[in-house]
């Protein structure tokens, strides 16, 4: 059973909480001593001599299997995991999601080495390779989905990175934590009886996809030929779009941005008249490519293309805009 929101769910208590996390290294112990949990907690030990950001827990993998298929992972996806454990997210999404290949990091050798022996067994060492790097010292760019189940503040420490590196259009899956104001396209609450630790229960699951920098200035003709000038304001998929269209304020009522693909929906007044007009397209570098609709007496289609002057804002990212 899984439930929608569209955005932020309650960060889980566990991970961040050092003394959380020296209790359940502790119940770990104790667990297996008796053998009553020791599977679930085990990796727990382990983390405890660990020298990473974040302990180990693994994703169960039915939380897994809602990634994969939250981020559409298929055939032309390269899957990058941030601290990737067991290699169970790299495995499934090569094994089950039919992905090309990934790579995954970690600092902890018996986990790299525990990723590299499980891939063999699923088939597909190939394809997947589980290397001994720093996540924060990591080229990511070849990646079109990134996986992560690490901890809140370390998304945050991650976000300028991953928004600089990726392409815009890739797609960012985290299991239990949000990218703080940076707003998720999608997320899912999961009741999972059989987590023990994180939050108990219950996993949330986020999606975000890297949105292309449309800030600037652009310029374009509405299909009569009247000159559109506008700037674009960008905090990550969020635009805030103010100009003129033949000559008058341009009154924009809806944008939307998802990887390259805009949208900015006008009305414009032309002649004494009040025009919807929609324009989609495709950001590529300092053009757009698309088609703008009309609606006046029905519906009329024609080709959009806009050109950018002047630059772009060199990130997207608030948090990374030195004052
Ligand atoms: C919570 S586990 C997640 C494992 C796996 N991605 C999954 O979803 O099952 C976090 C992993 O990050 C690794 N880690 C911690 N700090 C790291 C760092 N700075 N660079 C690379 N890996 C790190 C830990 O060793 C651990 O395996």
Same mark, same amino acid.
């Given at each position: 059973m899984d439930s929608r929101h569209s955005n932020a769910a309650p960060a889980g208590p !566990?991970?961040?909480?050092p003394a959380r996390r020296r209790l359940l290294g502790a119940a770990a112990v104790a667990a297996a001593g008796t053998g009553i949990g020791a599977v679930a907690l085990a990796p727990m030990l382990r983390a405890q001599t660990g020298a990473g950001d974040v302990v180990y827990v693994p994703t169960p993998q039915v939380v897994v299997n809602r990634m994969m298929t939250m981020a559409r992972v298929g055939p032309a996806d390269f899957v990058i995991d941030l601290g990737s454990g067991d290699g169970r997210q790299l495995i499934t999404a090569v094994a089950k999601f039919g992905a090309k290949g990934g790579r995954g990091f970690d600092l902890d050798e018996d986990l790299l080495r525990q990723a590299n022996e499980n891939a063999k067994k699923q088939g597909v060492a190939d394809r997947v390779t589980f290397i001994r790097r720093n996540m924060f010292e990591t080229d990511v760019s070849a990646a079109s989905v990134i996986t992560l189940y690490l901890l809140p503040e370390l998304n945050l420490k991650l976000r300028p990175k991953l928004l600089a590196e990726l392409r815009p259009g890739s797609r960012i899956v985290s299991h239990d934590y949000s990218m703080g104001?940076?707003? !998720?396209?999608e997320s899912v609450t999961m009741q999972v009886p059989e987590k023990q630790v994180g939050n108990p229960g219950v996993s949330y699951v986020y999606l975000w996809i890297v949105p292309a920098n449309v800030s600037g200035n652009w310029q374009w003709k509405l299909p009569g030929g009247q000159p559109v000038e506008v700037t674009v304001r960008q905090r990550f998929q969020d635009l805030d779009v103010r100009g003129t269209a033949a000559g008058r304020p341009m009154n924009v009522t809806l944008t939307t941005l998802r990887g390259e693909d805009v949208r900015i929906s006008a009305a414009v007044e032309l002649n004494g008249r009040t025009l919807r007009h929609d324009f989609v397209g495709r950001v590529r570098g300092d053009a757009i490519e698309g088609t703008v609709r009309t609606f006046d007496k029905g519906e009329q289609a024609a080709p959009w293309t806009a050109a950018r002057s002047g630059g772009r804002a060199a990130s997207i990212d608030p948090s990374t805009v030195t004052r």
């Open positions: !566990a991970l961040r909480d104001d940076w707003q !998720a396209e």
